[in-house]
């Protein structure tokens, strides 16, 4: 079965840091752009960060930019997001994505290939 596999939520306060995966069961990630997509309650899901395959273009949303970085490692067939500062206004449920599409299209909420489960990051003190 191909499917997407976060891990790294949890609960943090405000200020604080945490280190989001997304991993692989059945493919290899190398050629695909994966993102990081969110959804709080009563919101949308929408783009959070993104990296192309290579790893040599990212896009991140305004509203994370100079505290969230997103990086991967194909070797290890695992993307990461690491999240810094972090607000009760993060607080949601990440998702990651896969797709054979650019990083700054990737970004763009629509059908992607294959999508995580998600993983509850909650902000709070």
């Known amino acids: 079965q191909l499917q997407l596999v976060e891990s790294g939520g949890g609960l943090v306060q405000p200020g604080g840091s945490l280190r989001l995966s997304c991993t692989t069961s059945?493919?290899?990630?190398?050629?695909?752009?994966v993102g990081w997509f969110r959804q709080a309650p009563g919101k949308e899901r929408g783009g959070v960060s993104c990296?192309?395959?290579?790893?040599?273009?990212?896009a991140y949303a305004d509203s994370v930019k100079g505290r969230f970085s997103i990086s991967r490692d194909n070797a290890q067939n695992t993307v990461y997001l690491q999240m810094n500062s972090l607000k009760p206004e993060d607080t949601a449920i990440y998702y990651c994505?896969?797709?054979?599409?650019?990083?700054?299209?990737?970004?763009?909420?629509?059908?992607?290939?294959?999508w995580g489960q998600g993983t509850q990051v909650t902000v709070s003190s």
């Open positions: 990296i192309s395959g290579g790893g040599g273009h990212t």
């Open positions: 994505a896969a797709d054979g599409t650019t990083a700054q299209a990737m970004c763009v909420m629509g059908p992607k290939d294959f």
């Open positions: 059945g493919f290899s990630l190398d050629y695909y752009a």
